[in-house]
């Protein structure tokens, strides 16, 4: 079977030879181009890109000096010209819609072996220059074509595709990832139980998540926190039912551990995830509203380091400090099973929708480089 002819993709033989794509050609610069569409072999497929969303850690990525690229990686399409070998693998085929993650995982690591296979090497680009993973690698690799961000993309043998279920559309389907890393910081990894006070620090689109999550395991409180220029993110946080929400910064700052105090008797939240920056405002923070023997989990992280962190307030509070990255197959399981629930109105975080011309719009609003940031952007590339 291995040693079976490529097969010609349905793009090939009968609609398209090439596709347009939005390539990064430098920091915060993209442009069309129109690249040749691959042959499968066997294990691999193609993905007819319906949507793509921007995440909002694409950001930073688009702003930096790295190698051309196809960016895109919270990916919704229909999969044509899937190989025999890949079928079987992935239990789906020609004609099923899917929502790829972006991790490549070698399949056969400690991690891989363990469920974890966001952490494998293979797919790790912060540590390994050879990684492949969907939205980061550049098209000098093969075929190029490793973004959502193009009419069409390259589905790798080592893709670990999810069915979307019936009815949900491309659009919402995009948000599986980010709703997905939700669960996976306040359930899985930040153990929230029914009656804990939760607080969220940061109201992007994980935050939100966040936030879901919490409120689906039985949170008796979730406090959302964010910044004046994110109040239509804080009208959805209230929308899908924040206890409250909270601005700290401005003229006139909510007094957020007043509010805490309030709602536990003194004690403090259970759980505080940080969405937001993970500096030493942030982090200091979170320790200051954190109940004693609580946890803080630290979903984002700045690069630049933490000078004058109060570390000795850990012990003192006998507190769980965990760093956290990316998603779980179950955790993205459980978004898609949620969306599909109907139970929210996912719609209003869907901020934005537009074609390949604007995907630079589309990250520089993720970002609020020019305006208030945008809860979730998603670019349909026939649009």
């Known amino acids: ?24 050609v430098g920091p915060a610069s993209n442009e069309i181009r129109v690249l040749d569409v691959p042959q499968t072999g066997p294990d691999s497929a193609l993905l007819r890109v319906e949507a793509a969303g921007v995440c909002g850690s694409d950001v930073h990525s688009y702003g930096s000096d790295l190698p051309e690229r ?29 929502l790829l993650e972006e991790y490549l995982p070698c399949g056969h690591c400690t991690f891989c072996r363990s469920s ?21 690698t550049g098209t000098a690799v093969g075929h190029g074509l490793w973004g959502g961000y193009a009419e069409m993309m390259f589905v790798h043998p080592n893709a670990v595709p999810h069915r979307v279920p019936d009815g949900v559309s491309p659009v919402l389907a995009t948000l599986g990832l980010p709703l997905g890393n939700g669960y996976q910081w306040a359930y899985l ?13 940061g109201p992007g689109q994980a935050g939100i998540g966040s936030l ?22 804080l009208d959805v946080a209230k929308a899908f039912g924040a206890t409250e929400t909270c601005v700290v910064d401005g003229d006139c700052p909510d007094d957020v551990a007043g509010l805490i105090a309030d709602l536990t008797h003194g004690s403090g939240a259970s759980l505080v995830i940080d969405a937001a920056a993970g500096n030493s405002e942030t982090l200091e923070r979170g320790i200051d509203l954190v109940a004693k023997r609580g946890r803080i989990i630290m979903a984002a992280a700045s690069r630049t380091p933490l000078d004058g962190f109060p570390i000795w307030k850990l012990s003192r509070k006998h507190l769980d400090l965990q760093a956290v990255r990316g998603h779980s197959f179950e955790s993205v399981e459980w978004a898609l099973q949620l969306i599909a629930s109907g139970k929210y109105p996912l719609e209003l975080m869907s901020s934005f929708v537009g074609g390949l011309d604007d995907v630079d719009y589309a990250l520089r609003a993720t970002g609020g480089w020019d305006s208030d940031p945008v809860l979730h952007a998603t670019i349909v590339p026939s649009q």
């Not at 990916?75 to 789906?92: D, F, I, Q």
């Not at 990894?189 to 620090?201: E, K, L, Q, S």
């Not at 919490?214 to 926190?225: D, F, I, M």
Request: proline share 5%; glycine share 12%.
């Open 189 to 201: 990894d930040g153990g929230v139980r029914p009656g804990d006070t939760v607080v969220v620090m």
């Open 116 to 136: 974890e296979f966001r952490s494998c090497l293979a797919s790790d680009t912060s540590a390994n220059p050879d990684a492949l993973r969907f939205g980061s």
């Open 70 to 98: 196809i960016m895109g990686h919270e990916n919704v399409g229909v999969l044509v010209s899937v190989g025999p070998v890949a079928e079987a693998r992935w239990g789906v085929g020609d004609g099923d819609r899917v």
């Open 212 to 233: 879901l999550a919490a409120k689906e395991a039985g949170a008796a409180h979730v406090v959302v926190v964010g910044l004046t220029r994110d109040s239509a993110r």
């Open 1 to 24: 079977m291995t040693n079976a002819p490529p097969r010609e993709s349905a793009a090939v033989s009968g609609i398209t030879k090439r596709i347009r794509a939005s390539v990064t």
